[in-house]
C-alpha cells in the first residue's frame, strides 16, 4: 500500500498537502483528547481549563484552514483514510453492540433456569465452563448444550471477561465469585487494558469451587454465531451489517484471545439475524 501510494503521488513532494493534514488532524484530537482528560478525569471546572482548550484550539483550527486550501492537492488521502477506518471501527462497535442485544433477547436470568431445568437434567462428572458476556443471564452455548446434548456436568462455571478502565488490575481484585447453587457458578474476572487475558491460569488460582480447578476434567464451550444481515429487525444500514458479520468471521477467535487449550473447547454454533 506504501508502494501504491507513492506511485499514485509520483513524487514525494506531492505529498506534502497529505502529510501536513495529516499532521494538524493529529495535533487536534490530542488537543481533544488532552481537554478530556482535564474535564471529565480531572474534573477542573470550565473556566480554569476552558482558557487553555480556546487557545489551543484556535490554533489548530487555524492550521487546518491552511491545509484544507490544498484538499484537492492530496489533502483528501487523510481524510479518505481516516474515515475508512472511522467506518470500520464504528461498525465494529455498533455491530458488537446489536449482537449482545439480540443474544439476550432469547435469554432468561440464572434463577429462573436453576429453578426449572438445572435440579431435573442429568449431571456428569467434571467441570464446564460457559464464556457469557452478560453477567446475569445464562449464555447462549449453554442453553444450545442442554437443548443437544441433555446433560449438565456436575460443576458449571459462568464465566464473564470485563476489561476495566485501568492498566493492570491488582492480582487480588481479579476474580469475584458467587455461589448460585446447585454447582452453578457465577465468575467475573477483571483485567486491565494493557493486560493479556489468561483465563486457565486465573481459574486455576481460584479455590472456591469446592474441588482444586483440574484442567484435564474441565470443558470450555463457547458460542459461534453465524450473523446474517437483514431487514427485519431495526439495526444498522444494510451493507453495515454485511460488513460487519465479514468483520466477526474475519476476526481472531475467543479460543486464541483467551489462551484457551483447544483440547477442551466444544464451540455450538447458531444462526444470529442482526
Do not use: C
Not at 218 to 238: C, D, N, Y
Request: charged fraction near 15%; proline fraction near 4%.
Amino acid at each position: 500500500m506504501v508502494a501504491m501510494l507513492v506511485i499514485s503521488f509520483r513524487s514525494s513532494a506531492s505529498m506534502l498537502p497529505a502529510y501536513g493534514l495529516a499532521v494538524v488532524g493529529t495535533m487536534i484530537i490530542t488537543t481533544l483528547m488532552q481537554y478530556v482528560v482535564v474535564f471529565r478525569i480531572w474534573r477542573s471546572p470550565l473556566w480554569q481549563g476552558g482558557t487553555g482548550f480556546v487557545l489551543f484550539i484556535a490554533v489548530d483550527l487555524i492550521f487546518l484552514a491552511s491545509g484544507l486550501t490544498k484538499l484537492m492537492e492530496g489533502a483528501w488521502f487523510p481524510i479518505m483514510v481516516g474515515l475508512i477506518i472511522f467506518t470500520l471501527l464504528s461498525t465494529w462497535a455498533a455491530g458488537r453492540k446489536i449482537m449482545r442485544e439480540r443474544l439476550e433477547e432469547g435469554s432468561i436470568p440464572l434463577s429462573v433456569f436453576i429453578a426449572s431445568t438445572a435440579r431435573s437434567i442429568h449431571r456428569v462428572r467434571g467441570t464446564s465452563v460457559f464464556l457469557s458476556a452478560s453477567a446475569s443471564a445464562i449464555p447462549p452455548a449453554l442453553l444450545h448444550n442442554l437443548k443437544h446434548n441433555q446433560v449438565l456436568h456436575q460443576r458449571v462455571i459462568l464465566l464473564t471477561v470485563q476489561v476495566e478502565d485501568v492498566p493492570q488490575v491488582e492480582e487480588t481484585e481479579r476474580a469475584s465469585v458467587s455461589d448460585e447453587g446447585h454447582g452453578f457458578y457465577r465468575v467475573i474476572l477483571h483485567y486491565g487494558f494493557m493486560e493479556q487475558v489468561d483465563i486457565p491460569h486465573d481459574l486455576a488460582a481460584i479455590a472456591v469451587f469446592g474441588t482444586p480447578f483440574d484442567m484435564m476434567t474441565t470443558s470450555f464451550f463457547l458460542g459461534r454465531q453465524k450473523l446474517i444481515a437483514s431487514k427485519v429487525k431495526p439495526g444498522m444500514a444494510l451493507w453495515r451489517e454485511r460488513l460487519f458479520a465479514w468483520m466477526s468471521t474475519s476476526s481472531e477467535s475467543a479460543m486464541e484471545f483467551f489462551k484457551l487449550p483447544s483440547n477442551r473447547v466444544v464451540e455450538l454454533g447458531s444462526q444470529l439475524q442482526i
